[in-house]
């Protein structure tokens, strides 16, 4: 029977799991296992067909942005305008550049987890021990495992021997855990299947034989790969927003086209051709050739901000996306904690004592019972405790350049930097008291041991574990240099003081023995020993995580707390958070819940533990169907289906697994949950450039276009030439529009609750202000035209002062676009650019204007100085009339959020 036909197999004894896969304990023989390699396959993972450089740079021009400005490029190609043409195409070919070496970049470390299986395994066949390679392994092969091994395959475990597997990569757990051959419940979590070990996580301590009972994709880490793989990655905000934007606008200009065509023709006799031109002319009027390119550029420095805040974004499109989530699910183990074991508090007879700092780092006060800052030299119930954890340690602390790191088990690396904050060195120390023997932990003692002497001739065993195992063992406690009766009542209640505090805890014990001994039994570890102490330990939250999640709130994101991690851990975890609303639902509870019973229970919890792979991504998808926009954080394997189903996908850069990373549109190169928090300032801040710039660009479009039907449906002659059209449209682009890519964020941005999903990028105001301001450049623009030629002026200077009377009332709307709804904005500090462009767009009219290759290319003529009077006040009018526009919207809507103001 196949092995990969089962998910129960760590509820099924040893020797049945055996029977069933027809193996035995000297494993199969060769033949039957190359038969099982043909039948099975090998043991990997089904490999991903890569997209090749060609293909990815291609997929850069596949997108809803460039697809505008290449029919904004065709239009120019059909005009004959080359020059423009090439310009257009310009931006188009840097954007697919830019792209095409960013997402290079990223993918050269998404081969994630492929990476996570071992290369050999050492294994049991014909009853001889061998090494081969993992991906050799079939169902029914003896797999034997050592510490420090990855596990190739899911193994039933048939027989341990204080086995203990890291599997935070997979179940979300900060803990190794440990492993025993006994079968399990069947409602056991993924965490909490003892009997079994699973591909990919790392064995951090003992040993064990474990029967392969499924390879390859069938594996745990398998199913993970293939959820990824059916996971659909939602479209982002912006291009949803775009595409319902594109069709709209294109809509609209194919109806004016047409009608304009229609009416020409069929109303005021005009010829078909003049029509078509007039039609065309129109067209390029409407279509809003710079704004692709000015809405791509403010993506690109998105992405460059965002990157000096150590937050890479992998998508260009993704950058804004964090600005519209409404809520962010968060992995709790490496993200909202440091995923490194800290002691936080120590219990002697004498004092209580309160240890300072966190992580791995060595260094940290430590306080008295009165938080008084203690005297090390004088504690000496402390340090002789920090002692017996320093000297029967088997783990080891290194410094490297990212920080503090670890070899060993994470408890074993607290109670090292516990000594280290206790002024203690293992040098020192192990001179002192050399260590002769010592015992690995074991799951049945819940205890390690260790065996020394001093250089009189004294022995002495060290042991620590579980506080429950050491209060049977010991008699007596340790109090000022001697020793007393164990006062069982008062251990008791450091021990539920600790617990409420959501601590692990830990008791340390000696046994002094009255010569030195050479071999320590575990007969020796049952009696006479001395309570030194308890010590409380966690992987404490991130400072920054705490700040970070308030900011959330104060900006209307609610986060939640996803993990694999148990139902208690993660309670207290979460108040330390300030997320403790709600009881926290676990895994198999989900399980027991319907769709509508879970959306009912969404919005009031918080707090979600003992969770799978599967239930993130349902909580994700239920988030989803609920309205909401949703970013995932997280590092682990686990994490990956649900941040690539996420609205945006967050990764941890440091600690996250490949997996991750490769499945996210946005990576934490700092692992710092805060980073989020300028992360979503920043995705706020582009979407309001993004407005800002639609708001800007769009009336140039509709004021050309309107100024254009104005004159057909008068019969007159056309003020604006389309090959002028084309000028305004590029040049404003190049210029005005693009200092708004620059602005900082507004005041109160992270004050105001995330747009609603529901509001269309045009949306009511936005459509209001377009035509209000279209219309003012259409009034001042053929205004000023028909006065003119009234007047007897030549068409090309009428056209020539319509056009800069147009470009200058742009000018003096763009300081109206700087702030959404309050004043005007005129300072140079924030943004001095804008100053800068208002000039060089002022020389670049005056060339237009007076420059003989220009006038020629374009049909423009000199204007007298008093043309430029009526420029100024066209530009100073329109930017009156919009302020005034503003302060009435102001009074009409004192206390209403400009996110949410979509229907005024």
């Known amino acids: 029977m196949q092995g990969h036909e089962h998910t129960d197999w760590h509820t099924q004894p040893a020797e049945a799991s055996l029977a069933e896969l027809n193996s035995g304990p000297d494993g199969l023989s060769a033949d039957e296992a190359e038969r099982r390699l043909q039948q099975h396959g090998p043991n990997r993972l089904p490999q991903r067909r890569n997209e090749g450089p060609l293909q990815r740079f291609l997929l850069q021009f596949h997108n809803l942005l460039i697809y ?8 120019t190609l059909i005009l004959g305008e080359w020059l423009d043409s090439a310009v257009i195409f310009g931006v188009v070919l840097v954007n697919a550049l830019v792209g095409f070496i960013q997402e290079g970049k990223a993918e050269q470390a998404m081969r994630a987890i492929q990476k996570m299986l071992t290369q050999e395994s050492r294994v049991r066949r014909d009853g001889k021990v061998s090494v081969i390679a993992a991906e050799h392994l079939v169902p029914g092969d003896l797999v034997l495992l050592e510490a420090g091994d990855r596990v190739p395959a899911d193994l039933r475990l048939l027989d341990t021997r204080d086995l203990r597997i890291e599997e935070a990569a997979l179940t979300g757990e900060s803990l190794p855990s440990d492993k025993q051959s006994e079968p399990v419940g069947a409602t056991a979590s993924l965490g909490d299947r003892s009997s079994m070990a699973y591909s990919g996580t790392l064995v951090s301590a003992g040993s064990g034989v474990g029967l392969v009972v499924a390879t390859a994709g ?84 998105g992405v460059q901000r965002m990157a000096r805040h150590r937050a890479i974004i992998r998508r260009l499109p993704a950058v804004e996306s964090l600005g519209a989530v409404t809520v962010i699910c968060s992995d709790k183990t490496g993200t909202l904690t440091r995923n490194e074991m800290t002691v936080q508090r120590v219990f002697t007879r004498e004092h209580s004592y309160e240890v300072e700092g966190v992580g791995y780092a060595p260094s940290g006060t430590i306080h008295c019972d009165d938080g008084r800052l203690c005297a090390l030299d004088s504690a000496d119930d402390l340090r ?75 022995g002495l065993i060290y042991q620590f574990g579980a506080p429950e195992r050491l209060l049977e063992i010991c008699q007596r406690q340790w109090r000022a240099g001697s020793d007393e009766p164990l006062e069982r009542r008062y ?63 104060s900006a209307g994101i609610a986060v939640k707390m996803i993990t694999g991690d148990h139902a208690a851990t993660a309670g207290v975890i979460a108040r330390r958070l300030g997320l403790a609303e709600g009881q926290a639902l676990t895994g198999a509870e989900l399980d027991r819940l319907s769709d509508a019973e879970l959306d009912a229970r969404l919005g009031e919890t918080s707090v979600f533990a003992r969770t799978s792979p599967s239930h993130k991504l ?53 692992d710092n949950f805060a980073t989020l928090v300028d992360a979503v300032a920043e995705g706020r801040t582009v979407y309001d450039n993004l407005v800002k710039s639609i708001l800007f660009i769009l009336p140039t479009s509709g004021g050309q276009a309107l100024v254009l039907l104005a004159a057909i449906a008068l019969g007159l ?107 005007a904005y005129f300072g140079l500090r924030q943004n001095p650019i804008v100053w800068g462009m208002v000039l060089l767009l002022l020389l670049m009219q005056l060339a237009f204007t007076y420059w003989t290759p220009l006038q020629e290319l374009f049909d423009t003529a000199s204007l007298s100085l008093n043309a430029w009077g009526w420029c100024l006040l066209g530009a ?23 996110r949410q103001a979509d229907s005024a």
């Not at 010569?515 to 939250?541: H, R, T, Y």
């Open 68 to 75: 505008v400005l290449l029919g904004s490029c065709g239009v």
């Open 218 to 301: 069938h594996t745990e880490l398998g199913h993970i790969s293939h959820l990824l793989g059916n996971v659909q990655r939602l479209q982002t905000p912006l291009l949803a927003d775009m595409a319902h934007f594109a069709r709209q606008l294109t809509l609209i200009i194919l109806a004016l086209a047409l009608a304009t065509f229609a009416f020409g023709v069929l109303l005021r006799d005009y010829s078909v051709g003049d029509m078509l031109m007039a039609a065309v002319g129109l067209a390029v009027a409407a279509i809003p050739e710079g704004l692709p390119a000015v809405l791509t550029i403010i993506l690109a420095l």
């Open 384 to 458: 002789e405790l920090a002692r017996a954890g320093l000297l029967a340690n088997s783990a080891s602390l290194h410094l490297l350049e990212s920080g503090w790191s670890i070899v060993g088990d994470p408890t074993e690396a607290a109670l090292l930097t516990l000594a280290g904050k206790a002024g203690l060195h293992l040098s020192q120390e192990s001179r002192r008291l050399p260590r002769v023997d010592a015992i690995p932990f074991s799951a049945d003692r819940r205890s390690l041991a260790s065996l020394h002497h001093d250089h009189a001739g004294h």
């Open 491 to 553: 251990w008791h209640q450091r021990l539920n003081e600790g617990a409420s505090q959501g601590l692990r805890m830990i008791g340390l014990a000696m046994r002094p023995l009255e010569k030195a001994s050479q071999q320590l039994d575990e007969a020796d570890l049952n009696e006479g020993f001395v309570l030194l102490g308890l010590v409380g330990m966690i992987d404490p939250p991130r400072e920054e995580a705490i700040r970070a999640i308030a900011e959330c709130r």
């Open 618 to 670: 349902r909580l994700v998808e239920r988030l989803q169907a609920g309205g909401a926009r949703v970013a995932m954080t997280g590092d682990g394997v686990n994490d990956a289906p649900a941040l690539k189903r996420a609205d945006i996908g967050i990764a941890m850069g440091i600690k996250g697994t490949e997996a991750a990373k490769e499945a996210a549109q946005m990576v934490l190169a700092d």
């Open 717 to 823: 002659a056309l003020p604006i030439t389309p090959l002028q059209i084309l000028w305004v449209n590029m040049i404003t682009a190049v210029t005005l529009a693009l200092t708004l890519a620059f602005e900082p964020a507004e005041r109160r941005l992270m004050q105001q609750p995330p747009r609603d999903p529901k509001v269309p990028l045009l949306s009511g105001w936005l459509l209001w202000r377009v035509l209000c301001v279209s219309l003012l450049l259409t009034v001042a623009s053929l205004g000023l035209f028909l006065l003119t030629q009234h007047q007897g002026w030549t068409l090309e200077e009428s056209r020539t002062l319509a056009l800069n009377v147009l470009v200058a009332g742009e000018a003096g709307y763009l300081f109206s676009c700087r702030r959404l709804r309050e004043p």
């Open 876 to 898: 100073v009018g329109v930017c009156l009339a919009v302020e005034l526009e503003k302060t009435f919207y102001r009074w009409r809507h004192p206390v209403r959020d400009e």
